[in-house]
């Protein structure tokens, strides 16, 4: 009897660590910068991407920041729930950064995440 449930909780871990390695990015691609504490979320989100050249992306598309206001409005209508992530470039302007930010909450979306990419090694500071 121990040993199946030993092989029943093997697998219960195969399971849950096979669904947390596939997420789903949406936006484009940039690089992030790095957090160990990051936490990993894989429920149904809209991705907003802020480039090092100061370029905004709903999803893939490009957008002003009027064009994602809209969009926004948009969406939150159709889904009053609405969970946004947005990632910045590391080299982004942080200003732009929280402009979007800022935006996306005075249009009332609650749920706001700022993506990052997993670093495994630990950094002394």
Do not use: N
């Not at 195969?14 to 691609?29: D, E, T």
Request: proline residues 5%.
């Amino acid at each position: 009897m121990v040993p199946l449930i030993d092989c029943m909780f093997l697998l219960l871990v195969f399971f849950i660590y096979s669904m947390l390695s596939m997420v789903l990015h949406r936006g484009i691609k940039i690089d992030l910068p790095e957090a160990r504490t990051a936490p990993v979320h894989k429920e149904d989100y809209l991705s907003i991407s802020v480039t090092k050249g100061g370029e905004i992306y709903l999803e893939q598309t490009p957008v002003t920041l009027e064009e994602l206001g809209g969009r926004l409005r948009q969406s939150r209508a159709a889904q009053p729930d609405l969970k946004v992530f947005i990632g910045g470039d590391r080299e982004a302007r942080y200003e732009l950064v929280i402009q979007v930010m800022d935006l996306v909450r005075q249009i009332g979306v609650s749920q706001v995440a700022l993506e990052t990419k997993w670093r495994e090694t630990p950094e002394k500071i």
